[in-house]
């Protein structure tokens, strides 16, 4: 049954994708069936237990049923007036890059790549700490009681990754609701929609050559690939932000609306996996607003901001009407006037100059990336070419 409910979540997400799409692009299209299915389906969970109905074998497999009828409808309606993506389909909508013998070669690795951490990922046990006490265990408990306020959080018997936005647990419950032994299939659904989606959106701006080698490097980044199977949030989070950048940029470069959609929602899921999310959110709307504000687009500035903190904002909420027994679990506290301690600061900056000079955490990526920031200054300085992107990199 397990597999039935993945191929329904991959549809929900395909058709998300096309209702929103001008343009069908058939490996965008594969890749963001992952993302949007699974963010779509988390938000679906939360409703479900918000409302009283609860999440059980039932609820969800009739929640995920409607939301593809519904898309459906919209698809009808989109194809009625000449609107959808998929009207005027050719041989070149399921391209997947020109090919030679880079491309074959980088394509060799990278699917070696996403058969091994997948493979890893599904054979090893959840072990991470992490997930073992919070993510995972919380999981289990939502599958079995059906609810976000469940006994281990009355008991006080679960870590504090249960104060983090719910989205990566509600998600790792799904397996165990229709009978699997391991909640491990998410996150390597997870990976191999970041990789697709990141390829796919990245073809569009280089050639399929340099988009294929520099998926590459990013799959194959030590921290990356460690972070990819051990079934916590950061792998979650860096696709939902990853992409929702791209998309952004994608939108700055080629003024295609369903791209400035796609990287609110999934902006927005960012915000849903992780409260830290928002210093990904915050920056991009800073950058809509300063890109919409000569037109005084205001609708299009509102909107963005809207759907992306719209699911950041519900769980700070749902934290507050609950605080009598979530406040144990939080662990950070939200200001709105910023900390300029000298020593704290002093601390952050030691404990970040650490972490980005360690080969084993990011291997030759951040000084790749000094490389290309000194490259690039003259088209960032004069023509203001991608200062968008390092604005919000930099944040």
């Given at each position: 049954?397990?597999?039935?409910v993945?191929?329904?979540?991959?549809?929900?997400?395909?058709?998300?994708?096309?209702?929103?799409?001008?343009?069908?692009?058939?490996?965008?299209?594969?890749?963001?069936?992952?993302?949007?299915?699974?963010?779509?389906?988390?938000?679906?969970?939360f409703?479900?237990?918000?409302?009283?109905?609860?999440?059980?074998?039932?609820?969800?497999?009739?929640?995920?049923?409607?939301?593809?009828i519904?898309?459906?409808?919209l698809?009808?309606?989109?194809?009625?007036?000449?609107?959808?993506?998929?009207?005027?389909?050719?041989?070149?909508?399921?391209?997947?890059?020109?090919?030679?013998?880079?491309?074959?070669?980088?394509?060799?690795?990278?699917?070696?790549?996403?058969?091994?951490?997948?493979?890893k990922?599904?054979?090893w046990?959840?072990?991470?700490?992490?997930?073992?006490?919070?993510?995972?265990?919380?999981?289990?408990a939502?599958?079995s009681?059906?609810?976000?306020l469940?006994?281990?959080?009355?008991?006080?018997?679960?870590g504090?990754?249960?104060?983090?936005?719910?989205?990566?647990?509600?998600?790792?419950?799904?397996?165990?609701?229709?009978?699997?032994?391991?909640?491990?299939?998410?996150?390597?659904?997870?990976?191999?929609g970041?990789?697709?989606?990141?390829?796919?959106?990245?073809?569009?701006?280089?050639?399929?050559?340099?988009a294929?080698?520099?998926?590459?490097?990013?799959?194959?980044?030590?921290?990356?690939?460690?972070?990819?199977?051990?079934?916590?949030?950061n792998?979650a989070?860096?696709?939902?932000?990853?992409?929702?950048?791209?998309s952004?940029?994608?939108?700055?470069?080629?003024?295609?609306?369903?791209?400035?959609?796609?990287?609110?929602?999934?902006?927005?899921?960012?915000?849903?996996?992780?409260?830290?999310?928002?210093?990904?959110?915050?920056p991009?709307?800073?950058?809509v607003?300063?890109?919409?504000?000569?037109d005084q687009?205001?609708?299009?500035?509102g909107?963005?901001?809207?759907?992306?903190?719209i699911?950041?904002?519900?769980?700070?909420?749902?934290?507050?009407?609950?605080?009598?027994?979530?406040d144990?679990?939080?662990?950070?506290?939200?200001?709105?006037?910023?900390?300029l301690?000298?020593?704290?600061?002093?601390?952050?900056?030691?404990?970040?100059?650490?972490?980005?000079?360690?080969?084993?955490?990011?291997?030759?990526?951040?000084?790749?990336?000094?490389?290309?920031?000194?490259?690039?200054?003259?088209?960032?300085?004069?023509?203001k070419?991608?200062?968008?992107?390092?604005?919000?990199?930099?944040?």
């Amino acid at each position: 049954m397990i597999d039935l409910v993945l191929i329904l979540i991959l549809v929900l997400g395909w058709l998300l994708y096309t209702t929103f799409a001008t343009k069908f692009d058939f490996v965008e299209s594969l890749g963001l069936a992952h993302l949007f299915g699974l963010g779509a389906t988390a938000f679906s969970e939360f409703l479900l237990t918000i409302s009283g109905i609860g999440i059980n074998y039932s609820s969800l497999l009739v929640a995920l049923i409607m939301g593809i009828i519904a898309l459906a409808i919209l698809q009808t309606i989109q194809w009625k007036k000449g609107q959808s993506c998929l009207q005027n389909l050719k041989w070149q909508n399921f391209e997947i890059g020109s090919i030679n013998i880079i491309w074959l070669a980088g394509f060799g690795v990278l699917l070696f790549t996403l058969y091994a951490i997948t493979a890893k990922s599904m054979f090893w046990i959840t072990f991470a700490t992490d997930s073992v006490t919070s993510f995972d265990l919380y999981a289990k408990a939502i599958a079995s009681e059906g609810n976000l306020l469940n006994s281990l959080i009355h008991n006080r018997a679960v870590g504090y990754g249960v104060a983090y936005p719910p989205l990566y647990s509600m998600l790792l419950a799904i397996p165990y609701i229709y009978g699997a032994e391991t909640s491990k299939i998410i996150p390597a659904l997870f990976f191999i929609g970041m990789i697709v989606s990141f390829y796919g959106l990245l073809k569009k701006i280089t050639n399929p050559t340099s988009a294929m080698l520099f998926t590459l490097f990013m799959a194959i980044t030590p921290e990356m690939l460690a972070q990819s199977a051990i079934n916590i949030t950061n792998g979650a989070q860096a696709a939902f932000s990853s992409i929702g950048v791209i998309s952004l940029m994608l939108w700055l470069r080629n003024g295609q609306k369903e791209y400035f959609w796609m990287s609110a929602l999934l902006l927005a899921l960012n915000g849903f996996t992780r409260s830290e999310g928002i210093v990904y959110i915050l920056p991009a709307i800073f950058v809509v607003l300063v890109w919409r504000y000569k037109d005084q687009d205001w609708k299009s500035i509102g909107s963005y901001a809207f759907i992306t903190l719209i699911p950041f904002v519900i769980w700070q909420v749902f934290m507050r009407i609950n605080h009598e027994l979530m406040d144990p679990f939080s662990q950070i506290d939200l200001h709105i006037t910023p900390n300029l301690d000298g020593e704290k600061l002093s601390e952050i900056y030691q404990l970040m100059k650490f972490n980005l000079s360690q080969r084993t955490y990011y291997g030759i990526t951040v000084i790749l990336f000094g490389f290309t920031l000194v490259a690039n200054l003259w088209f960032i300085i004069k023509k203001k070419d991608s200062w968008s992107l390092l604005f919000i990199t930099i944040s």
